[in-house]
C-alpha cells in the first residue's frame, strides 16, 4: 500500500487509545501513517461487558465525525460500528476490535460493504487464568469473608476460619476437576498442578498432551471433584451445561468457580445446593444477567460465595496484548499479508 494510511485509534477506559495509536504506530514504523485518536465513554456499563451492537448507540455521531476524513482503519474495543457508521464512513476498509470477538459490529453490513472485520483473541488467557485461580483460593480459604470481618467491621471473629470445623481445603492432593481445556484452562491446570493439585479435564474437543488426567465423561468428572471450575465455550449445546442434576454429582461440600460465561451454570440450581449444605462455596466472576440484579439470591449467601464483576480479563497486560495484537492485524494489511484473526 502507497500513501499515508489514516487510521483511527477509538479506546475506551480500558484499551485507551494511547495505547492503540503507540501500537500500530510500532507496527507501521516503515509506513507513514496518521493516527487519530479517539476516547469513547461506552453508555453501557463503561467498565463491564457490552450487548452486540445496537443502530441507536449514542456513540455513533462521534465515531462518524473522527472517521469522516477519508480513513481507512478503525481500531477500537467498543466502537459501535453499525450499518449507519459504515454507510457515513466509504473510505474505511478495516475494521480492527480490541477483543476475542467482534460484537460491536454489524458484520453483515460490514460484508456487504467490502469492510474486513478483524479480532484480538487469546489478549486475556493468561489474566483470566491467573484469576480464576485467585478465585479459587479465595473460596476455598475463605479470604474475602476474613478481610469484611477484619478490615471492614473490625472483628476478629474470623479467627474461627482457624478451627477444624471452619477451616478451608487446600490445593495440595485435592482433586479438581476443569471443564474445558483451550486456552485458559490449560493454563489453570498447569497452574493447579505446580500447587499440588490432582488435576481432571473434561473437554471433548481437545486431544492431545494435557496436564492432569483426561475423563471421558462430564459425570465422571464431577463425581470425582472437590472443586470443579469452569473452562468451556457458551454455545448451545453448553447453556445450562451445570445444572441440578450435575451439582448433585458432586461430593458433599464441594466448591464451584465459574470465571468463564454466567449462563454455564444454573444460577438458581447453584443456590439451591448452596442453601442446603450441599455445596460449601462458589466463586463467581461471570453471571448469567449482568450486571447481577439486586435482587439475586447469590447477594444473601456471603459467608459461602465470592462475587467479582466479570474481571477475570482486567489487567493490564491484557490492554496492551490487545493492542498489540490489533496492530499486528493493520500491519499485515497494510503489507497484503493473510490476516491472521479475520470474519471474512
Given at each position: 500500500?502507497?500513501?499515508?494510511?489514516?487510521?483511527?485509534?477509538?479506546?475506551?477506559?480500558?484499551?485507551?487509545?494511547?495505547?492503540?495509536?503507540?501500537?500500530v504506530?510500532?507496527?507501521?514504523?516503515?509506513?507513514?501513517?496518521?493516527?487519530?485518536?479517539?476516547?469513547?465513554?461506552?453508555?453501557?456499563?463503561?467498565?463491564?461487558?457490552?450487548?452486540?451492537?445496537?443502530?441507536?448507540?449514542?456513540?455513533?455521531?462521534?465515531?462518524?465525525e473522527?472517521?469522516?476524513?477519508?480513513?481507512?482503519?478503525?481500531?477500537?474495543?467498543?466502537?459501535?460500528?453499525?450499518?449507519?457508521?459504515?454507510?457515513?464512513?466509504?473510505?474505511?476498509?478495516?475494521?480492527?476490535?480490541?477483543?476475542?470477538?467482534?460484537?460491536?459490529?454489524?458484520?453483515?453490513?460490514a460484508?456487504?460493504?467490502?469492510?474486513?472485520?478483524?479480532?484480538s483473541?487469546?489478549?486475556?488467557?493468561?489474566?483470566?487464568?491467573?484469576?480464576?485461580?485467585?478465585?479459587?483460593?479465595?473460596?476455598?480459604?475463605?479470604?474475602?469473608?476474613?478481610?469484611?470481618?477484619?478490615?471492614?467491621?473490625?472483628?476478629?471473629?474470623?479467627?474461627?476460619?482457624?478451627?477444624?470445623?471452619?477451616?478451608?481445603?487446600?490445593?495440595?492432593d485435592?482433586?479438581v476437576?476443569?471443564?474445558?481445556?483451550?486456552?485458559?484452562?490449560?493454563?489453570?491446570?498447569?497452574?493447579?498442578?505446580?500447587?499440588?493439585?490432582?488435576?481432571?479435564?473434561y473437554?471433548?474437543?481437545?486431544?492431545?498432551?494435557?496436564?492432569?488426567?483426561?475423563?471421558?465423561?462430564?459425570?465422571e468428572?464431577?463425581?470425582?471433584?472437590?472443586?470443579?471450575?469452569?473452562?468451556?465455550?457458551?454455545?448451545?449445546?453448553?447453556r445450562g451445561?451445570i445444572?441440578?442434576?450435575?451439582?448433585?454429582?458432586?461430593?458433599?461440600g464441594?466448591?464451584?468457580?465459574?470465571?468463564?460465561?454466567?449462563?454455564?451454570?444454573?444460577?438458581?440450581?447453584?443456590?439451591?445446593?448452596?442453601?442446603?449444605?450441599?455445596?460449601?462455596?462458589?466463586?463467581?466472576?461471570?453471571?448469567?444477567?449482568?450486571?447481577?440484579?439486586?435482587?439475586?439470591?447469590?447477594?444473601?449467601?456471603?459467608?459461602?460465595?465470592?462475587?467479582?464483576?466479570?474481571?477475570?480479563?482486567?489487567?493490564?497486560?491484557?490492554?496492551?496484548?490487545?493492542?498489540?495484537?490489533?496492530?499486528?492485524?493493520?500491519?499485515?494489511?497494510?503489507?497484503?499479508?493473510?490476516?491472521?484473526?479475520?470474519?471474512?
Open positions: 500500500m502507497n500513501g499515508t494510511l489514516r487510521v483511527v485509534a477509538a479506546g475506551d477506559h480500558f484499551v485507551l487509545p494511547s495505547l492503540i495509536a503507540s501500537a504506530r510500532q507496527e507501521l514504523r516503515d509506513h507513514p501513517c496518521d493516527v487519530r485518536v479517539l476516547t469513547l465513554g461506552w453508555p453501557l456499563e463503561p467498565f463491564g461487558p457490552v450487548a452486540e451492537v445496537t443502530e441507536a448507540s449514542d456513540a455513533e455521531d462521534v465515531l462518524i473522527a472517521l469522516s476524513d477519508d480513513r481507512e482503519v478503525l481500531v477500537t474495543q467498543m466502537a459501535p460500528v453499525t450499518e449507519r457508521v459504515l454507510d457515513a464512513s466509504p473510505s474505511l476498509r478495516l475494521v480492527v476490535v480490541c477483543r476475542g470477538g467482534p460484537v460491536n459490529v454489524n458484520l453483515d453490513a460484508k456487504s460493504r467490502d469492510v474486513r472485520v478483524c479480532f483473541p487469546g489478549r486475556n488467557a493468561a489474566a483470566t487464568a491467573e484469576f480464576t485461580v485467585g478465585l479459587m483460593l479465595a473460596a476455598l480459604r475463605r479470604i474475602p469473608q476474613a478481610h469484611d470481618l477484619l478490615a471492614r467491621q473490625g472483628s476478629w471473629r474470623g479467627a474461627t476460619y482457624y478451627t477444624y470445623e471452619h477451616s478451608g481445603l487446600e490445593l495440595e485435592l482433586p476437576g476443569l471443564v474445558g481445556y483451550g486456552a485458559v484452562g490449560s493454563r489453570v491446570a498447569r497452574v493447579l498442578c505446580a500447587f499440588g493439585a490432582r488435576v481432571m479435564v473437554d471433548p474437543y481437545v486431544h492431545g498432551e494435557i496436564h492432569g488426567l483426561r475423563l471421558s465423561s462430564l459425570d468428572l464431577l463425581t470425582r471433584s472437590q472443586v470443579i471450575t469452569l473452562h468451556a465455550r457458551l454455545t448451545p449445546e453448553t451445561l445444572g441440578a442434576r450435575e451439582l448433585a454429582l458432586l461430593p458433599p464441594a466448591v464451584v468457580v465459574n470465571a468463564a460465561r454466567g449462563p454455564l451454570l444454573d444460577e438458581d440450581a447453584l443456590c439451591d445446593a448452596l442453601e442446603s449444605g450441599r455445596l460449601s462455596a462458589t466463586a463467581l466472576d461471570t453471571y448469567e444477567r449482568e450486571p447481577l440484579p439486586a435482587g439475586s439470591r447469590l447477594l444473601n449467601l456471603a459467608e459461602r460465595v465470592v462475587l467479582t464483576p466479570h474481571l477475570g480479563g482486567a489487567s493490564r497486560a491484557t490492554a496492551e496484548k490487545a493492542a498489540a495484537i490489533a496492530a499486528g492485524e493493520v500491519g499485515r494489511w497494510v503489507r497484503g499479508e493473510p490476516l491472521a484473526h479475520c470474519l471474512g
